[in-house]
């Protein structure tokens, strides 16, 4: 007899995998129809920063969503305040008042609820350090009412939407060295066989910073400060730049084969300012060497 499901959802980006969450809270049975590959799904919110505006009245507020931050970034940061207020205002403003009454209400009052409930199903929050803030006088000041954004970024938050809602658990790691990413993930498998689980049935990805050229030295520098300068190493994880996989197309192809062999299972490229003929060259030159 064909299964029966109370509630479908139709797509696997980020509002169907937050419908298909609330179904299930609810104690629902849910089917997911995304029309995308595996490799491919996720719709637009892959290819987001995951940055999510969030009314939000001071510091307290932002570590209800980032738990984790330390002592160190509250004392160096001046958070602000984004207030329903100045949302209102900003919605009014890019919509030139024609944003729906009800919807924009909703969206706004409900936005630090919604995030918080996201944080609670696994999807983990960062301050946007690299793009939201400057520094001034040694200490960050936030500006533009944009102030966190899902870890990972799209990719981060789809796959922790996804580790939310299937069975088999996985682990996503942020610019981790080969020898970082072995020890972590020989911790996930452990914990797993702990819990009495097959810890081969676990996944796992590596989000690797990528930039391709002539050799090393031609764009370490450029990338090193594209690094610096817009992504944030949290101080409790292992992730750094000195992750970056670099230099000519041998060079690069080595390196990532060092992740390969210490258990990486899919590699998620971040590669130098998005640049279409680095995506290109990943494409064409080093993602089919990976493969054979
Ligand atoms: C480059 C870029 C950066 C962005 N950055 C941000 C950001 O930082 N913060 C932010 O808030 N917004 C950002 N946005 C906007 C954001 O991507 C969208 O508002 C958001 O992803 C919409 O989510 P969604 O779940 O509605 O749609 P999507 O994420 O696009 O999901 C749609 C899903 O439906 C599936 N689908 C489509 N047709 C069918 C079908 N017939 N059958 C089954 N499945 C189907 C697709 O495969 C996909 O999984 C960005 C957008 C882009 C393109």
Redesign the pocket.
């Known amino acids: 007899m064909a299964k029966q499901y109370d509630v479908i959802v139709?797509?696997?980006?980020?509002?169907?995998y937050c419908a298909a969450l609330a179904a299930r809270e609810k104690g629902a049975s849910v089917l997911m129809?995304?029309?995308?590959p595996d490799e491919?799904?996720?719709?637009?919110?892959?290819?987001?920063?995951?940055?999510?505006?969030v009314v939000y009245n001071g510091v307290d507020d932002i570590k209800t969503l980032v738990p984790d931050l330390s002592q160190a970034e509250i004392d160096t940061t001046d958070f602000g305040t984004y207030t329903q207020d100045q949302f209102f205002d900003d919605m009014a403003r890019v919509t030139q008042f024609r944003t729906d009454p009800n919807l924009c209400e909703l969206l706004v009052t409900r936005s630090f609820d919604a995030l918080n409930w996201m944080r609670q199903k696994g999807i983990r929050f960062v301050p946007i350090y690299g793009r939201q803030a400057f520094k001034i006088d040694g200490r960050f000041k936030f500006w533009g009412g944009l102030t966190v954004?899902a870890y990972g970024?799209?990719p981060g938050m789809i796959d922790s939407h996804q580790r939310a809602a299937v069975t088999g658990d996985g682990w996503l790691t942020y610019f981790y060295r080969p020898e970082s990413f072995a020890k972590s993930w020989e911790k996930i498998r452990r914990f797993a066989v702990e819990g009495g689980k097959d810890p081969d049935t676990l996944l796992n990805a590596a989000q690797l910073p990528i930039r391709v050229g002539p050799s090393r030295a031609a764009v370490e520098a450029g990338m090193m400060e594209w690094l610096g300068k817009e992504w944030d190493y949290a101080s409790w994880s292992d992730s750094t730049k000195d992750s970056a996989i670099l230099g000519n197309v041998d060079e690069c192809v080595a390196q990532l084969k060092e992740h390969l062999a210490v258990g990486v299972q899919k590699i998620i490229f971040v590669p130098y300012k998005y640049e279409p003929e680095q995506i290109e060259v990943i494409a064409k030159e080093i993602i089919p060497r990976l493969r054979t």
């Open positions: 139709v797509g696997g980006g980020n509002a169907a129809l995304e029309a995308a491919e799904s996720g719709g637009n919110s892959r290819f987001t920063a995951g940055a999510m505006r954004e970024g799209g």
